[in-house]
């Protein structure tokens, strides 16, 4: 659906050259929800830019269905445009036009013919849930509803594709929320396709199903969402996934440890269905090595429960051993390590 092959830009300004972005390889496929993360100057909003030909690479291609922009001519650039949707973070609304106006903006430059306009219009209104609003100026709204409205004239075109740069950064947690509900509904009932930049982990997981991230200009980790927040690599991604996920102890729990003579620390990850089973329950059953619950953390992504837990087992190594087999066994992952 997206994809950018070996992608650099940079920037040449008064002499000095920024490279924004270096060598970016990155897919995306029908239906995705793909999110983009990184902090401020990371190369996200360079990167989007690309995508939809406001910039263009300085080497390397971008391809939309399978064809690379560079290859378009100026007739097929404008139709492939139109396909790709576009939200801002500071909304963009024309102010000095109604709402109604405003999402009927990209149909009336498409010379549209006005009763097709006052359908489309209408119905993207009441799938925003601004039925009501159609005759206020953008003023008059919050900052979700000029949201929804920025949302709805990035609809009008029928576009398979949405990129949202930033679009709920300028929002309250709970607008959020509700902004981040009406993107999944689109993806879902319209089958568009949504590329989202945020500088936000919680963003990412609450909705996307796979995401990048990014640092100076260069995509360091990427994958499914799932296996990215539970396998973090790279520093910096472990940064961004503590702030959704907790996986440090406090220094409480730390000291908390029993300095016993034989124990053993494990941290173990359970995903999905193991996440609900009683596996723990049926491991100090039915072993007699002593169980020291020292942490445990559990995140919902992607309607998957991962669970984080450290244990401390103290008692005859054999033992212990078999226990760490038999949480395997069970789909557990495990990982001794030496201090926490
Ligand atoms: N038009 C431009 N001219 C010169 N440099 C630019 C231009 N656009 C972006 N840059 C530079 O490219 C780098 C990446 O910028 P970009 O806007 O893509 O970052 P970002 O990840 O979107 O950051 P933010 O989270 O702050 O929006 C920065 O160093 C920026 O200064
Ligand atoms: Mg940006």
Known sequence: MIELIEVYKTFNRKGISNEALKGIHLKVEKGDIFGVIGYSGAGKSTLIRLVNYLERPTKGQVFIEGKA?????????????????MVFQHFNLLESKKVFDNVAMPLIL??????????RVTELLEFVGLSDKAGSYPNELSGGQKQRVGIARALASNPSILLCDEATSALDPQTTQSILQLLKKINKEYNITIM?????????????????????????????????????????????????IQTELPDRVKQSVEQEADYRLFKLEFVGETASEPILYNLIRQSDIKFNLLFASTAE????????????????????NQAVSFLKANGVEV??????
């Open 69 to 85: 922009l560079d290859t378009y001519d100026v007739k097929e650039l404008r139709a492939v445009k139109r396909k790709i949707g």
């Open 110 to 119: 498409a010379n549209k013919d006005k009763k097709e306009i006052q359908a």
């Open 196 to 244: 989202i930049i945020t500088h936000e982990m919680s963003v990412i997981q609450e909705i996307c199903n796979k995401v990048a991230v990014m640092e100076n200009g260069e995509i360091i980790e990427q994958g499914s969402v799932l296996d990215v927040f539970g396998h973090p690599k790279h520093p910096t991604t472990k940064n961004f996934v503590r702030t959704v």
């Open 301 to 320: 992504i992607q309607e998957t429960t991962l669970g984080n837990m450290v244990i401390q087992l103290t008692g005859d190594n054999e033992k212990i």
């Open 335 to 340: 990982e001794e390590v030496q201090e926490i």
